[in-house]
């Protein structure tokens, strides 16, 4: 899988995620991953839902920035 991107999530005003990635599968799906911890044991899970909304956010997100930073390389300067 290739890492699209890096964010932090933040759940609510007491909870926040750090380091969680934004992966493009081989089959063109997105997909969300949490942060791993030594070891590689996964240190947080979503139900099947939240996971669909973290990744729809994610994807967003990523594609308004990317579409901003396209249209800034096509201004010319004055």
Known sequence: MKLVAEFDLQITDDVRICGMRLLNAPDGRFLTYAP????????????????????????????????AHAKRRHIAPA
């Open 36 to 67: 791993t911890a030594l070891g590689g044991r996964r240190s947080v899970t979503f139900a099947r839902p939240l996971a669909d909304a973290i990744t729809a956010a994610a994807i967003q997100q990523y594609s308004e920035l990317v579409t």
